[in-house]
């Protein structure tokens, strides 16, 4: 052997391990095969080369064929890389989808002081016309209203990410992300006529009809970025979901300055400025290919999945990743279909689920949304004008941006589960001392001193935690078990969402900073679980990925 991966002459020896002429098709699978045995040490070789059981922390070495080449693929793969057509499959599928993520998360803190003031006069207005005089509007009635039109938003995700599974599998990714958009031209109609239709029930509704997009994009978007990108850029690739999502947010706050959309008749434009990006991914999707994978392995057609993996790579060379798929298609045929049963059930299925759902809920429960909450407060405690409060928070929108793309270089360098043990620990330090600086906020120094600790929690936050969890799950799973593996994750993740948005208010009112406790504990449970049971995805294929579990499931 040489130092170039194992077989030295193994192009033009006969003498070599293996070798069978040229042009005879099994000449790499037994070639490799003898490799395998080689590769191990002379103890080991009258062994079974499996992976030994006493193996820890998922990391066990995998004899496969497709490690022995792994080093080839990594060299093809930097060859081929990201390209002009790649990149617009990109952004067609991820702008016009986690977008509306983003934006419909953020669009309502600017203009809710305009929106709670119109709906105490279309409230005024209607009493008048049932023949009250001088009607009365109770405060509490306004706030039920404003609160119900924000966290529906969440209920209607809940319902699109369970949903995930059957229109991946009915519609494909592509179609069903296209055919997604349905929602978000009625909710931008709904949002945008709302005024001049007196009808805050029109608000509602178009946030419900949001929502449920927004939790199907949640789902199709980092799947469909996931089957279309090289293995070596999957991370990358699944990290601009969530810089589109932190993109967005900040792309809200700017057009709900008062000097914008954030006024008295803009307001009704700025939740309709949703159906921009939705009419971009309607006019550029359809230019792009359903994913390959789910052209193979879920529709069987092999030559339209090399013909959309030709049209991703840019070139005709793709038969290393068609082999790959074509395994993966073979396997999947001499296995029933994923029932949720079964997800349940069986150990090879139900370790990466809960590990999914688990790091799903971790997102949520990271104290993120607190944080941002609390930061206004910050900002007007650090004595800082309304106007420079708003920009503070403009500001710390735009660090959430930067970082989430450093996140973009970083996954592929140094993993998944090291940045996202690198954010959670991060998020715990800065907590806790949050908590304690939190009691001495009105001292001037203090105040200051929470500025900071905001800015580096979100700097943390953007790291791992708040884009690895979006496309983990489509990493740790086959293409039999995605769909329905991802609606279980996305739907646990908006639940909590939902969860955090309806329980921080009343859970602060009663403790109020001490709040931030809650999510320390909860911060070094995620730590503890990420260490444990988290396993590293970097440059594996699914084949390493899903041998992992097996390993793990005989245990």
């Not at 991820?94 to 279309?122: C, M, R």
């Not at 494909?172 to 239709?197: D, H, P």
């Not at 990290?239 to 000097?259: E, P």
């Not at 429960?365 to 206004?376: D, E, K």
């Amino acid at each position: 052997m040489d130092n170039r991966g194992g077989m030295g002459d193994r192009e033009d020896s006969p003498d070599s391990v293996g070798y069978i002429e040229g042009d005879h098709p099994l000449r790499r699978e037994l070639a490799a095969q003898s490799i395998k045995l080689l590769q191990l040490p002379i103890s080991e070789r009258s062994r079974n080369p499996s992976v030994s059981s006493s193996v820890t922390d998922l990391e066990a070495p995998m004899y496969s064929t497709s490690n022995l080449y792994s080093r080839d693929r990594a060299l093809i793969g930097k060859q081929r890389g990201l390209n002009g057509k790649l990149a617009f499959a990109i952004s067609a599928s991820a702008l016009g989808s986690s977008f509306q993520h983003g934006y419909n998360t953020g669009v309502f803190n600017a203009p809710q002081k305009l929106i709670s003031e119109w709906i105490v006069d279309v409230l005024k207005n209607r009493s008048i016309a049932d023949g009250t005089v001088n009607p009365v509007i109770e405060q509490s009635q306004v706030t039920m209203i404003f609160a119900v039109a924000v966290s529906i938003f969440c209920a209607g995700g809940i319902i699109g990410g369970a949903a995930t599974g059957y229109v991946a599998e009915r519609f494909g990714r592509k179609g069903g992300l296209l055919i997604n958009n349905v929602f978000v031209v009625l909710a931008a109609l709904l949002q945008g006529f709302s005024k001049a239709f007196s009808s805050y029930e029109m608000i509602i509704l178009g946030r419900f009809l949001i929502g449920i997009n927004s939790g199907l994009n949640a789902g199709l978007a980092p799947m469909y970025l996931a089957e279309i990108s090289p293995v070596h850029l999957r991370g990358a690739v699944g990290t601009v979901y969530q810089l589109v999502i932190t993109i967005s947010i900040v792309i809200s706050q700017i057009l709900g300055l008062g000097g914008l959309l954030g006024t008295a008749d803009g307001w009704p434009l700025l939740l309709a400025f949703t159906l921009v990006p939705g009419i971009y991914q309607m006019i550029t999707l359809p230019f792009c290919p359903e994913s390959p994978k789910y052209i193979l392995l879920s529709k069987g057609q092999e030559l339209e999945a090399q013909r959309a993996l030709s049209w991703l790579r840019g070139t005709i060379e793709v038969h290393d990743e068609m082999d790959e798929m074509r395994a993966e298609y073979e396997s999947i045929k001499l296995i029933p279909k994923v029932s949720l049963r079964e997800m349940f059930t069986n150990a090879q299925l139900r370790i990466p689920l809960f590990i999914s759902m688990t790091v799903m809920v971790a997102q949520q429960l990271s104290g993120i949304n607190a944080v941002i909450y609390f930061s206004t407060k910050i900002f007007t405690m650090a004595q800082l004008s309304d106007t420079a409060a708003q920009w503070a928070t403009l500001g710390m929108g735009t660090m959430n941006v930067v970082m989430t793309l450093v996140s973009l270089v970083l996954v592929e360098i140094s993993g998944r589960k090291t940045l996202l043990l690198i954010g959670f620990m991060g998020v715990f330090v800065v907590t806790v001392l949050l908590t304690i600086v939190m009691q001495f906020v009105e001292i001037f120094v203090m105040s200051i001193f929470c500025i900071i600790l905001v800015i580096m929690f979100v700097v943390f936050f953007a790291v791992g935690p708040g884009s690895i969890p979006w496309f983990l799950v489509s990493e740790l799973f086959s293409q039999s078990a995605r769909p329905l593996a991802t609606s279980l994750a996305v739907s646990i993740n908006w639940t909590a969402n939902f969860i955090v948005g309806l329980g921080f208010l009343p859970i602060e009112s009663i403790i109020h900073g001490y709040v931030f406790t809650i999510f320390a504990v909860l911060q070094a449970m995620f730590v503890l679980f990420i260490y444990k049971k988290v396993p590293e995805t970097k440059n594996k294929t699914q084949e390493e990925i899903a041998a992992m579990f097996r390993q793990i499931s005989y245990q």
